[in-house]
């Protein structure tokens, strides 16, 4: 049996929104490099890394002071990403091709909420914004087991709010077609992240883990508030 094409989209969208969230959990501790805001694969850089490492820092105590409830948004916002992508795994594992749905939405929703902060954040910081649209990168696959495709993950890659926008409607569409029902189960194999995650730590590459070592480089930053370095 194979995935029809309406249950392939809607995973694939997902999964590539997966992949755009947990490089841009890492936005408020990355300085880009370079002199290009445009993310690519080497555009950015964890503060620390930076040489001489107490420019980053100097960069980091700015941001601090400057856009502390923005960074605070920005965690509250894709912890709710995060939990969304959970919910769609579990609803994966049995089946539950309703709450895939609503799970979806809910995605997409937290998306939008994301894109409408960080136009306010550019609008307030002009050239010193740190927070980006979320973008896939090129480099990541989709490749579901028994499916017989092998498709690029794709999420805005103009790095725009115009190309945000429309992978939030494309997204809706998508699970506005989504079948409720079939006698297939092969959606019990998908999940948004194909790596492993040990579920703790913050030395993973999983979104979870992503989010966890800003939160980490944030407290070494100074960035000192429960809301920050806890769930």
């Not at 609503?102 to 740190?130: D, P």
Request: glycine share 10%; aromatic share 10%.
């Amino acid at each position: 049996m194979r995935l029809i094409g309406a249950e392939t989209e809607v995973i694939w969208k997902l999964s590539s929104a997966y992949e755009a969230c947990t490089l841009s959990a890492c936005d408020p501790v990355s300085v880009p490099v370079g002199g290009t805001s445009r993310k690519g694969a080497f555009s950015h850089m964890f503060y620390d890394c930076t040489d001489p490492e107490k420019e980053g820092i100097e960069i980091m105590r700015q941001r601090i002071k400057d856009g502390r409830d923005d960074i605070l948004a920005h965690l509250r916002i894709h912890d709710n990403l995060l939990s969304g992508f959970y919910s769609v795994d579990d609803a994966l594992k049995t089946e539950n091709r309703e709450r895939i749905v609503e799970e979806g939405r809910r995605i997409f929703e937290n998306l939008e909420n994301y894109g409408k902060h960080v136009g306010e954040h550019s609008v307030r910081f002009a050239e010193k914004a740190f927070l980006y649209y979320p973008t896939c990168l090129s480099g990541h696959y989709f490749v579901p087991k028994g499916a017989g495709v092998i498709m690029e993950k794709v999420f805005n890659p103009q790095q725009n709010e115009e190309g945000l926008k429309e992978e939030i409607t494309n997204g809706i569409i998508a699970l506005e077609n989504f079948p409720l029902f079939s006698l297939n189960d092969e959606l019990r194999v998908l999940r948004m992240y194909e790596g492993y995650d040990s579920g703790e730590g913050s030395f993973g590459t999983s979104f979870r883990g992503r989010l966890e070592l800003t939160r980490l480089l944030l407290e070494r930053a100074g960035f000192y508030h429960q809301e920050a370095v806890s769930r």
